[in-house]
């Protein structure tokens, strides 16, 4: 039982660049989310997504888009990557249905970027 | 709106001794609470969670928590720390209405001294 999967762990992208974060559950969850963790500044979230075919803003969502492309995987897309987005990034789970309340979410071991 | 407050950003306490981590929420609703641990280069795991119930929470790993409504807190608490507890500790909240967003503090790096 994998989880969260995120792909990849490292990236190194140059100003202006794009790319995609990948990831994947699965553990049959609604929901998911990503967040970035800064020093100083614990995790934000940037996006979630309540069911498939959903998604909604979160905290800091500004320089981001993302697809929820079925029920397991939700990627996070940077079109032009900023200094500012220099960050590691989370992806998590969680399925409210599963829990009695009090939702546990379960995180992905998260991608380090660097944007020079 | 919710927010989490973490007293103190880094923590160091020795080997064996009490370990209390202070988290303070603001909500405007009932809360969910939470704590999770983060160890170096690895995602968050879920220590321990209080939704309704008994105030005194146990998690895993021998932490325990209180949720102290009056005082609006959910400090964390361990008798005797261990050198594998060195991690960075994060509080959260979400509410309980179908919310199931967490909002996260800052952490707190726990640091054991031998």
């Known amino acids: 039982n994998a989880g969260v999967t995120q792909t990849p762990k490292f990236q190194v992208l140059k100003t202006g660049q794009s790319m995609t974060l990948q990831c994947a559950q699965d553990?049959?969850?609604?929901?998911m989310y990503w967040y970035r963790q800064d020093p100083g500044m614990g995790l934000r979230l940037i996006y979630y997504s309540a069911s498939e075919g959903t998604t909604d803003k979160g905290e800091v969502p500004n320089g981001y888009n993302v697809s929820r492309l079925n029920k397991r995987e939700f990627s996070l897309r940077l079109e032009s990557a900023a200094p500012s987005q220099t960050s590691v990034y989370f992806c998590?789970?969680?399925?409210?249905?599963?829990?009695?309340?009090?939702?546990?979410?379960?995180f992905g071991q998260g991608t380090r970027l660097t944007v020079v | 709106a919710q927010s989490v407050t973490q007293l103190g950003s880094h923590v160091s306490v020795s080997e064996g001794a009490l370990v209390l981590l202070r988290c303070n929420y603001s909500?405007?609703?009932?809360?969910?609470l939470f704590w999770y641990v983060q160890y170096p280069n690895q995602g968050l795991q879920l220590l321990l969670k209080?939704?309704?119930?008994?105030?005194l929470v146990k998690g895993i790993n021998g932490f325990e928590a209180e949720f102290k409504k009056s005082e609006t807190s959910f400090h964390l608490t361990k008798p005797s720390a261990h050198m594998s507890d060195a991690a960075e500790y994060f509080c959260?909240?979400?509410?309980?209405?179908?919310?199931?967003?967490?909002?996260f503090g800052t952490g707190t790096r726990l640091t054991i001294i031998p």
């Open positions: 209080y939704t309704t119930g008994a105030t």
């Open positions: 909500s405007s609703v009932p809360p969910y």
């Open positions: 553990m049959n969850h609604n929901s």
């Open positions: 998590a789970s969680s399925d409210r249905s599963r829990d009695r309340g009090g939702t546990e979410a379960f």
């Open positions: 959260a909240v979400s509410d309980n209405f179908g919310n199931e967003k967490l909002t």
